[in-house]
């Protein structure tokens, strides 16, 4: 048995928070100095009391010195009496400790290299191992060629929808020589004529079909070019950003990744187990389209009139 150690009267005097707690910490808040700047006082005091240097916890300090009322006065800490604690460099290591710790290091290599590690035979596993399959290129390939045209054509039909709507209250409207919108100008307040919602903006090489923001494509969407290309992503301010799912005029799919400067720093190919189909050409305008993706202003000449798609 271990006999309580026998504290004196000024001991005990110099730990009483511990000594009624049983020897525990008292939870109590931390309490510091704070001294407001001249001109700021204490909340609920008057402006004489400006200045004034005030107890308060550690936490109320550290709030009242963000919000620039003043600076908290911690004191003397433990290391201003502890000088050697206040030095960048540790103390030097003495030639008895250099020689013992070079003595460790030595025994611990040797141990090191004389223990061989010799592998587990597989049978003495306690849990079974997974059978290797060893897929084909093109079941792999196939399996993710399916999810990538599966996201592209949900996402068209979903965007046709929205967009039929839309064309029954917004009609084809020329904005500049070059470019041609149908679709919603105000959606989420005014734009001052600029495509401002859901819609289809006709340039001279690219058509645009999703949402938009003051004039610029914001959100999903889908781009054709007049080569028959299909971009499918995200834009933000006219930028790429993200993944991106390309399919081209030879019916290839690849998967492209842009930064979010629209800087495009990955382009990998996307097997494919049957050929989507080359892009066709209009007879009006001369475009190159895929069927899968035509729509009732598709043709680049529907901004003179023409009210069919693709011929």
Request: proline share 6%; net charge positive.
């Amino acid at each position: 048995i271990i006999p309580e150690p026998q504290l004196s009267k000024r001991q005990l005097l110099s730990f009483p928070a511990m000594v009624e707690n049983g020897g525990f910490i008292p939870l109590g808040a931390q309490q510091t100095k704070f001294k407001f700047k001249d001109g700021v006082h204490p909340l609920g005091t008057s402006s004489c009391q400006a200045g004034a240097r005030v107890t308060m916890s550690w936490n109320q300090a550290m709030l009242a010195q963000a919000q620039g009322w003043g600076h908290m006065e911690i004191g003397r800490r433990p290391h201003h009496a502890r000088p050697h604690l206040l030095g960048t460099r540790p103390p030097a290591e003495t030639k008895r400790e250099a020689k013992e710790n070079k003595q460790h290091v030595q025994a611990l290599h040797q141990q090191t290299s004389s223990h061989q590690i010799s592998p587990s035979p597989l049978h003495s596993l306690d849990f079974p191992l997974l059978p290797r399959h060893h897929a084909s290129t093109s079941a792999v390939g196939a399996g993710r060629t399916r999810d990538v045209l599966a996201e592209i054509l949900d996402f068209w039909s979903s965007l046709q929808r929205d967009l039929k709507d839309v064309w029954r209250k917004h009609s084809w409207m020329q904005l500049t020589p070059e470019a041609a919108f149908a679709g919603e100008l105000g959606r989420w307040g005014a734009a001052n004529g600029k495509p401002h919602g859901v819609g289809c903006l006709t340039l001279a090489e690219t058509q645009h079909l999703g949402s938009f923001r003051e004039g610029r494509a914001e959100g999903q969407g889908i781009c054709f070019s007049s080569c028959g290309k299909v971009c499918f992503g995200k834009w933000k301010c006219n930028a790429r950003v993200g993944d991106f799912i390309l399919l081209d005029a030879q019916g290839r799919l690849w998967r492209e990744e842009y930064d979010s400067q629209g800087k495009r720093y990955s382009k990998k190919m996307a097997p494919v187990e049957s050929d989507p189909g080359e892009a066709s050409q209009c007879s009006h305008c001369n475009w190159k389209y895929h069927p899968r993706f035509n729509h009732c202003y598709a043709c680049r000449l529907d901004a003179d009139g023409c009210t069919s798609p693709h011929c």
